[in-house]
């Protein structure tokens, strides 16, 4: 499957990604707190979820 979406340009080897990978993004993305995420992911324990989540600090730039 690859190799053919590889070879039509569509999508550059470095841009490649697998499906679990999105489950990762869509639990560091939600909005909220550890336990809205933990909802949406359908996860039992917040232990699970931490594990799936990856959030990065935001601060402020250097002046």
């Not at 499906?19 to 995420?37: C, F, N, P, Q, V």
Request: aromatic fraction near 6%; charged fraction near 35%.
């Amino acid at each position: 499957m690859w190799g053919n979406i590889l070879r039509s340009g569509y999508l550059e080897p470095e841009d490649r990604f697998k499906l679990h990978g999105l489950k990762h993004r869509g639990i560091s993305d939600t909005e909220g707190t550890l336990a809205d995420a933990r909802e949406g992911a359908g996860h039992k324990t917040e232990q699970m979820t931490a594990r799936y989540r990856h959030k990065v600090s935001r601060v402020k730039p250097v002046k």
